[in-house]
C-alpha cells in the first residue's frame, strides 16, 4: 500500500515540474523559455528534480538530425493522484499519476442522500481499495479531490444549498477529506471539473461553456482557457426562471426553474406521472432510442428550455464552442433541440463560429479536470 507525502519542492521547483507534468516542455531550454527563469537556475534546480526521483531524463526529444536532446519526464515514481466524481446514484473514482494519465478508473453504486458522513467515509474506503489494487509499490499519494454534484464555495470548500442532497448543506467535505488524508484536498463543483477536463478535447477555442445533463443540470465556464469560478456560483444555470403554460415549485422555494422543468429528475418525475416507471436518467436515453413518444417529447422540451436559457448567455459571453454531457447527453433529440433554441434567438454574430455539439472527453472528463485542478494544489 503505498504512503501519503507532500510533494518536496520549493515554489520554483513546483512551476517546472507542472510545465513537465502538463507536457509545456520537455527540455531545459523549453522551461527556461516558458519559466523565466536563466537557464543555469533552470539546469540547478532540474539536477536537484532528477536527483529527488521527480524528474526523468529518458530517450531522445523531438528534433531531427545532429545530436538528439533528451527528454524530461515526470518520474513515474513522483506520485498519484486520488480522484472521484460523485453523481446522485454513482461515483466514479480514478488514480491518476501525476500527469493526469489514469491508472485505474472504476464506477460503482452510491447513494448520496447516505448523507456526507458515510458518503465520504465510504468514498476513503474506495480509494484505499484503488489503491492497494493499483498503486505501483512505493509510489506515494500526494493529493485526494472529488467533484460535487452541486455548488461548492472554494474558499472553505463547503458545499451550498444543492439540491437533492440532504444533509450536505454547508458541510466541510474539504476538512473531512483533509482529516483523513493529511494531503493537498480539491473539492468541486462537478461541473466545473468536467468543464476543465473536456477543454482539453477542444485545442483552439479559449471560452467554452460545458454543460452537465444529468439528474440535475450544471455548467462550467473556461473564460481564455482557465475555469471562471466567479464567487463559486459562475454557470450555475439550474435555478434560471423559464418560461412555461404550467408552474412548477422547484427545490430551492422559487417556483419554474430551468431544473424544475429539464432536469434528469424533473424528467423522471414526468414520466411517472405519464405511466413510464425509470431508475436513472440514463434509462430515458434508452426510451428515447426505442421511440417512446413520452420520453422523445420530454427530453425536446427540456432541451428546448435549456435552449432558451443559453440564448440568454450565449449573446453576452459569445463563446466558442457549448459542449454537453451529462447522462442525458446521449438523447439525440436534446442537443437538436439546443441547437435549434440558441441558433434562432441569438445574434448571427454570437453563433457564426459557435459550435453546439455532444462533449467529447468522455466518461472520465470530470476524472481528468480534477487531476488537472489537483496538480495545482500539490505543486
Ligand atoms: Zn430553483
Redesign the pocket.
Given at each position: 500500500m503505498s504512503g501519503k507525502e507532500r510533494l518536496p519542492v520549493t515554489g520554483a521547483q513546483g512551476g517546472l515540474l507542472r510545465l513537465v507534468a502538463t507536457g509545456q516542455a520537455e527540455s531545459r531550454a523549453e522551461l527556461a523559455r516558458l519559466s523565466g527563469l536563466a537557464a543555469s537556475s533552470v539546469s540547478l534546480r532540474v539536477e536537484e528534480l532528477l536527483e529527488a526521483r521527480l524528474l526523468v531524463e529518458e530517450g531522445s526529444g523531438t528534433s531531427r538530425g545532429g545530436r538528439r536532446p533528451r527528454r524530461l519526464r515526470l518520474a513515474p515514481s513522483a506520485g498519484l493522484l486520488a480522484v472521484a466524481d460523485l453523481g446522485a446514484h454513482h461515483v466514479r473514482l480514478g488514480l491518476l499519476d501525476l500527469s493526469g494519465t489514469p491508472l485505474a478508473v472504476e464506477e460503482r453504486a452510491c447513494d448520496i442522500t447516505a448523507g456526507p458522513e458515510t458518503v465520504l467515509d465510504w468514498m476513503a474506503d474506495a480509494f484505499d481499495d484503488l489503491l492497494r489494487t493499483h498503486a505501483p509499490p512505493g509510489v506515494p499519494l500526494r493529493g485526494v479531490g472529488t467533484g460535487i454534484p452541486g455548488p461548492v464555495d472554494p474558499a472553505s470548500g463547503r458545499v451550498v444549498g444543492p439540491?437533492r442532497m440532504p444533509g450536505w448543506n454547508n458541510y466541510p467535505v474539504a476538512d473531512q477529506l483533509g482529516a483523513r488524508y493529511d494531503l493537498p484536498v480539491l473539492v468541486e463543483n462537478d461541473a466545473n471539473l468536467m468543464a476543465v477536463g473536456e477543454a482539453r478535447s477542444w485545442p483552439g477555442s479559449d471560452n467554452l461553456m460545458v454543460l452537465k445533463v444529468g439528474t440535475g443540470i450544471g455548467c462550467g465556464v473556461i473564460v481564455n482557457g482557465r475555469l471562471h469560478r466567479g464567487r463559486g456560483a459562475a454557470g450555475d444555470i439550474?435555478?434560471v426562471r423559464v418560461r412555461t403554460d404550467s408552474s412548477v415549485m422547484?427545490?430551492?422555494?422559487?417556483p419554474d426553474?430551468l431544473?424544475?422543468y429539464a432536469s434528469g429528475a424533473a424528467l423522471m418525475a414526468a414520466l411517472a406521472e405519464a405511466g413510464v416507471a425509470v431508475d436513472r436518467p440514463a434509462d430515458i436515453v434508452g426510451l428515447v432510442n426505442d421511440a417512446v413518444p413520452e420520453a422523445t417529447s420530454q427530453v425536446r422540451n427540456a432541451g428546448r428550455l435549456i435552449g432558451e436559457v443559453l440564448t440568454v448567455l450565449v449573446n453576452f459571453f459569445n463563446p466558442d464552442v457549448i459542449a454537453v454531457g451529462g447522462s442525458l447527453s446521449a438523447a439525440e433529440p436534446l442537443i437538436a433541440a439546443i441547437r435549434a433554441a440558441v441558433y434562432e434567438r441569438c445574434l448571427p454574430l454570437a453563433t457564426r463560429d459557435l459550435e453546439i455539439a455532444p462533449a467529447r472527453a468522455g466518461q472520465d472528463s470530470a476524472l481528468l479536470g480534477a487531476g488537472a485542478l489537483l496538480l495545482d494544489a500539490v505543486l
Open positions: 439540491s439550474s435555478h422547484c427545490a430551492c422555494g422559487h426553474c431544473e424544475a
